[in-house]
Every structure is written in structure tokens, then in C-alpha cells.
């Protein structure tokens, strides 16, 4: 008898793949179990005690960023194969960590994260197929901080960064976008969804009286260069401007 492995990558089919192409987006169901997703909940409350919340200042959402280089059950979540074969399967290019990150919504917060996209911010060069893996750790509805995104979107590469607590920043960066469709995928823990880093996209406030507890896993590709920018994930690391990311923070998956 044989069994079948439950943290096997699943392959992704040729039609998730093409739709991914075309919008940018792409919801995968139960990346990871729903037991799983609740270890990694338990953990990412506990990790919340100890790490830093970079976006304190702001009630959008509490950023916790690179957990997985201060929590082993974290870490584990960041580095799941499953996760890095979907995301090298539909970036179509080898891939490399650039940072994960715990976003989290706490009850009725009182703000949406406004339309951006995430390239913008981050100091890299020829990264076209970035994307980012966000995963539901607790049910996610409508009304609990679920993501909106503006599929096809991702084509617009040239943009300035957006203020994310901004309603209208990313429609003045890019007018037409206004009058796009929108997708809005709430998802089930365990649940994920991929979206380009060019892809414009929001999060509703949290109507509700639990916690939305995301945890996002990002990656670049694996040949896109460091510019230099000021970011704080690569600020005092001596990367060298115009060279790939070769450092131990952001390993090839
Ligand atoms: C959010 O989770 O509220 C926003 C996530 C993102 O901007 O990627
Ligand atoms: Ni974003």
C-alpha cells in the first residue's frame, strides 16, 4: 500500500497557471491544512508578543516582518515546499525569499488597506515576476480584512509607490484603473491567495470581533538586483547596488 504524503506540492494545473498569467491572481485552496493553519495561528499570536510592530503607528493593520527569523514554527510556514512549488510554478522563473511577514487586523481596526501595489516599495531591479503567497491563518469573509484585487493590473510597471492609507492615491497614480473590475476572494484558513507584485490590490477594515491573522510569504526573482533603496529589510546588510540578493536572508527556493 502506498500513502500519500499531505505536505506534498500539489501541481498546479495548466488552467490555474494561465489564469494566474492573465489576472495576476490566483486563489489555491487549503495550501495548507486546517490544522496546520491553526499551529501557525497559535504561533503567530505568541510571535506577536515578542517581535516588533513596524506599523504601529497606523490602525491599517500590525506588521510583524521576517518571523521566520524569530520563530521555528514560523519559519517552517515561510520556507513550506508546497508553497515555494506553487509560487515557482506560477512565476514561471526560479525564485528567492525576500521577506515574509504576519499582517494582522485586529477586531473592528477601523481601516481598509487602500488600493497599492507592492513593487513599488521595494528596492529591487528586474522583478517582474514577484509575487506573494497570503495565507489565511483564521477564517477570512468579506467583512474580516479580506483582500480586493484589480486583475490584469499587474501590467502597469511603471508606476510610482501609493500611499496604502490613501482611498484614491492608486487611481491617481493610474487614472484608468479606476474603472476596472475587482475581485474580491475571501478564503478559509488554511486557504491562500498569490498576487503579483504589481498587482494593484486593497483589504477591507475588520467589521468583526476576532483577529484577521494573514501571513504573508514574499518572493522575488531570483536574478532581480538591489538598487540601493532605502527599505528596512535590506538597510545595513552591504548588498552591492546592481547585484542579485546573495545573502542568507533571502534564500533561492
Ligand atoms: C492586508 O493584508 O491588509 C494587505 C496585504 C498586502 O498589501 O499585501
Ligand atoms: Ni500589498
Redesign the pocket.
Known amino acids: 500500500m502506498t500513502t500519500t504524503d499531505p505536505q506534498a506540492p500539489a501541481a498546479l494545473d495548466d488552467e490555474t497557471i494561465s489564469a494566474y498569467r492573465r489576472d495576476g491572481v490566483v486563489r489555491i485552496r487549503n495550501i495548507i491544512g486546517r490544522d496546520e493553519a491553526a499551529r501557525f495561528r497559535d504561533a503567530a499570536i505568541a510571535a506577536t508578543t515578542k517581535a516588533d510592530d513596524l506599523f504601529k503607528e497606523s490602525k491599517?493593520?500590525n506588521q510583524y516582518v521576517n518571523v521566520w527569523q524569530q520563530d521555528d514554527v514560523l519559519r517552517e510556514l515561510t520556507l513550506d515546499p508546497r508553497l515555494a512549488a506553487a509560487a515557482t510554478a506560477l512565476a514561471g522563473v526560479p525564485l528567492r525569499i525576500w521577506h515574509d511577514q504576519l499582517?494582522i487586523?485586529p477586531p473592528h481596526n477601523g481601516a481598509a488597506?487602500e488600493f497599492?501595489q507592492?513593487a513599488p516599495y521595494w528596492p529591487h531591479a528586474g522583478s517582474r515576476a514577484s509575487l506573494?503567497a497570503?495565507i489565511a491563518l483564521v477564517d477570512v469573509p468579506v467583512e474580516r480584512?479580506c483582500?480586493t484585487f484589480i486583475p490584469g493590473s499587474q501590467n502597469h510597471q511603471d508606476l510610482r509607490s501609493q500611499d496604502?492609507s490613501d482611498r484614491d492615491d492608486m487611481f491617481r497614480a493610474a487614472p484608468d484603473l479606476r474603472w476596472e473590475q475587482r475581485l474580491t476572494i475571501p478564503l478559509q484558513a488554511g486557504d491562500c491567495t498569490f498576487h503579483n507584485a504589481y498587482l494593484a490590490?486593497s483589504?477591507t477594515p475588520n467589521l468583526t470581533d476576532d483577529p484577521r491573522i494573514?501571513h504573508?510569504a514574499i518572493y522575488i526573482d531570483a536574478a532581480a538586483t538591489y538598487t540601493g533603496a532605502a527599505h528596512v529589510v535590506t538597510d545595513g546588510l552591504g548588498l552591492t547596488v546592481g547585484e542579485a540578493l546573495d545573502h542568507e536572508l533571502f534564500p533561492t527556493v
Open positions: 491599517i493593520f499582517l487586523k488597506t497599492h507592492d506573494s497570503w480584512g483582500m496604502l490590490h483589504a494573514a504573508v
